[in-house]
């Protein structure tokens, strides 16, 4: 057999800041995404991550890295629709620089979105779900070598799209892990958020997902739209080996967990996981970022404590029975029942944050008043208010849009989280908007908090009054 050149892909994130600079929805994405896709098909193509979002790369210098490259393939992945606009420019920007390159879309944008995203002829091919399979098969079918993918797809065919099932990757265990080679990989773990509630323990640190899944179906989430209901895991064994090998090569300190339902991994993931972390000595500081709160034994805290863990934050949304039940869909049991673990939590010596919505379709003034009060009194060290957000495919979007609570009727409306987009007889956008961020100010920074939450976001108080009145100056319509 002869020797052929390998074809080119480049895998991309657009910046966002070429929508809009927006400091509280601006953020840098996780590389191991690119990395991993990467690790899949590096064996078939020539690969080139350029990562325009966290080197912050205007359009031209975007145009100037893929000129460079010269690619036949450029794989664009945007991870929210709030940026929708940035996934037509890089695909426009790749269509002048190589017009016969092939332009491959994916993300959650994608998945969510792709009778949207296909709109646009300069996208050929959507990725919906999760894509190593479908990419690695998509390729080789345009190397030559294979048939196209049979899910995972969407692509034209004359005037028509064809759409095919959603691809899951059903055993995690047999990925690769990321080639974080093919990128500055010390860059990512040096650059994290030094102060604020969202700053790991230790820098270096890494950010890691070892799960993907959920089986509670909470009406505002796109998770299970997204990942599917079963949980998948990884191999505890094979998470803690590359977990060392991140700590000897780039010298990580600390992990942050971003698994969207690390608790309900199958035969009891991450009680195995925390075990094989503390009996192996990993010696590396951890927060998880999204724990179901119900599922905290003692037990469990107690391995999480040893293992390294500093703390959690928690997801409640609700402070009032029924809207937790009956808008929300959460299985939390009893709202009395969440005092008592967050307590339980904070024996152990671990901080404690907790997350919660306001302004859902059908929920009365009145109970939005009673969340943040609970909010307030649930014991934990710092809480988030964020404003329910009608994400497209999720059922918080259905009802709001049958009971003709959306502000905006677009076929595809645009998503923004910072202001409120559902309305109601009693209350507006603006008027959660505004309390939204002011009862986060009163709850999050009295006298009785504020030294504690100063130490939390590594600040002092007096730093702590500059973004307090940074975020009021902020808050415009």
Not at 256 to 270: E, H, I, K, P, S
């Amino acid at each position: 057999m002869w020797n052929r050149v390998k074809k080119r892909l480049a895998l991309t994130y657009p910046n966002q800041r070429w929508q809009k600079e927006d400091a509280n929805t601006v953020w840098d994405l996780n590389p191991a995404t690119l990395c991993l896709l990467a690790a899949v098909v590096k064996d078939i193509v020539e690969v080139k991550i350029i990562d325009a979002q966290f080197y912050d790369l205007s359009e031209a210098a975007f145009a100037d890295a893929l000129r460079a490259f010269a690619p036949d393939y450029v794989g664009i992945s945007v991870m929210t629709s709030e940026y929708r606009d940035i996934l037509d420019i890089a695909a426009s920007i790749a269509k002048k620089v190589a017009p016969d390159a092939v332009v491959i879309a994916g993300g959650v944008h994608v998945t969510t979105n792709h009778e949207y995203v296909m709109r646009n002829r300069n996208i050929d091919y959507c990725v919906r779900g999760e894509g190593e399979n479908v990419l690695r098969e998509l390729l080789a079918h345009l190397n030559g070598d294979g048939a196209l993918p049979q899910e995972g797809l969407i692509f034209r065919k004359g005037d028509s799209l064809v759409v095919q099932n959603q691809a899951i990757t059903k055993d995690l265990q047999k990925l690769p892990w990321p080639d974080y080679g093919l990128i500055k990989y010390q860059d990512y773990l040096e650059r994290a958020p030094r102060f604020g509630p969202n700053r790991p323990p230790a820098i270096p640190y890494v950010r890691m997902n070892t799960t993907r899944g959920c089986p509670f179906g909470c009406s505002f989430c796109q998770v299970e739209h997204i990942s599917g209901k079963k949980v998948r895991s990884r191999d505890p064994n094979d998470v803690v080996d590359e977990l060392f090998f991140l700590k000897e090569k780039y010298g990580i300190k600390s992990i942050l967990f971003d698994d969207d339902n690390m608790l309900m991994g199958r035969d009891q993931y991450a009680k195995r996981l925390f075990t094989l972390m503390a009996e192996r000595d990993l010696g590396l500081k951890w927060v998880g970022t999204a724990f179901a709160l119900f599922l905290l034994t003692d037990e469990l805290l107690d391995l999480m404590a040893r293992s390294g863990c500093v703390g959690v934050n928690v997801a409640i949304e609700s402070g009032t029975e029924r809207v937790l039940k009956q808008i929300v869909k959460k299985p939390i049991k009893k709202l009395s029942m969440v005092p008592e673990i967050i307590a339980r939590i904070k024996s152990k010596g671990l901080f404690c944050f907790a997350n919660f919505i306001i302004g859902f379709p059908g929920e009365t003034w009145d109970e939005i008043r009673e969340t943040i009060r609970f909010a307030e009194t649930c014991g934990a060290d710092y809480v988030k208010f964020f404003l329910a957000v009608p994400l497209y495919g999720t059922p918080l979007y259905e009802e709001a849009r049958k009971a003709g609570a959306l502000v905006h009727h677009d076929e595809y409306p645009k998503v923004d989280w910072r202001f409120g987009q559902i309305k109601s007889e009693e209350w507006t956008p603006k008027d959660i908007s505004i309390l939204r961020a002011y009862e986060w100010d009163r709850v999050n920074f009295s006298k009785e908090r504020i030294e504690r939450t100063a130490e939390l976001w590594g600040l002092t108080p007096a730093k702590l009054e500059e973004i307090r009145k940074k975020t009021r100056d902020n808050l415009v319509f």
